[in-house]
């Protein structure tokens, strides 16, 4: 039977993935609202019972998961720190060491958000680092570029979240656009948990820029 565009945006696609961390799933829904595909990557019981029972997403939001709020990192993709172990940024850190903490708490979900370069795109991203190359900052090369210092939007992770049932979190960020963002969207952060880790000679500047014209908190 042919799937109605409603049901493929709600069906939810989960498969196991090892890792050094230890055992994860993988979550995914077919369709997101924006086209792409973003995945969620998570260890223990953070899917509310009716969405695994039934693969589609119930409309009403229990939220009622075991064990309080869940431990939730939105990270955004990043080829070259995440793949690449570029010292240009922190993201690869900020990565590994969200998947640590939940590998300790033995419960949590980092949703992975192909939303390369703050939102431009890996081309575009590496147009920037050729201004960054030439004396500019993070903001100004966006800015220069045609975009937005932070290109992203986070409405389709407060959405990814709600398809698996969760409305109350603990976010690992250093970043209040995300935080402001979810709650906007009806999420609760009962806690937000920092995320100081890639610090190097190379990101200074990086760093100093995001805290000083993104407003993070570094």
């Known amino acids: 039977m042919h799937q109605s565009p409603k049901n493929k945006l709600d069906k939810l696609i989960q498969a196991k993935l090892p890792t050094s961390w230890g055992n994860f799933t993988l979550y995914a829904f077919e369709i997101n609202s924006d086209g792409k595909e973003h995945v969620g990557i998570g260890m223990g019981n953070i899917v509310s019972s009716d969405v695994v029972s039934s693969e589609i997403v119930s409309d009403k939001l229990d939220g009622q998961l075991k064990h309080g709020a869940l431990l939730v990192r939105l990270h ?22 969200a998947l640590e903490k939940i590998a300790k708490e033995g ?3 980092v949703i992975y958000l192909r939303q390369e370069g703050r939102g431009i795109g890996l081309i575009n991203k590496i147009k920037a680092y050729a ?32 398809k698996l049932g969760i409305v ?3 976010l690992m960020t250093n970043n209040p656009k995300k935080v402001e963002a979810l709650e906007s969207a009806g999420i609760e ?26 407003g993070h908190f570094l």
Do not use: W
């Open 76 to 97: 955004s993709e990043c080829l070259t720190g995440d793949a690449f172990s570029s010292l240009r940024c922190d993201c690869g850190p900020q990565l590994n060491s």
């Open 131 to 162: 201004l960054q190359d030439l004396g500019q900052d993070t903001v100004e090369a966006n800015l220069n570029l045609g975009f937005d210092a932070d290109h992203r939007n986070f409405d389709v992770a407060a959405e990814f979240l709600k």
């Open 107 to 109: 419960r949590g979900l």
């Open 189 to 214: 952060i009962t806690e937000r948990v920092e995320m100081k880790v890639g610090k190097n000679p190379h990101n200074e500047h990086y760093l100093s820029t995001k805290h000083g014209k993104l």
């Open 168 to 170: 109350k979190v603990r």
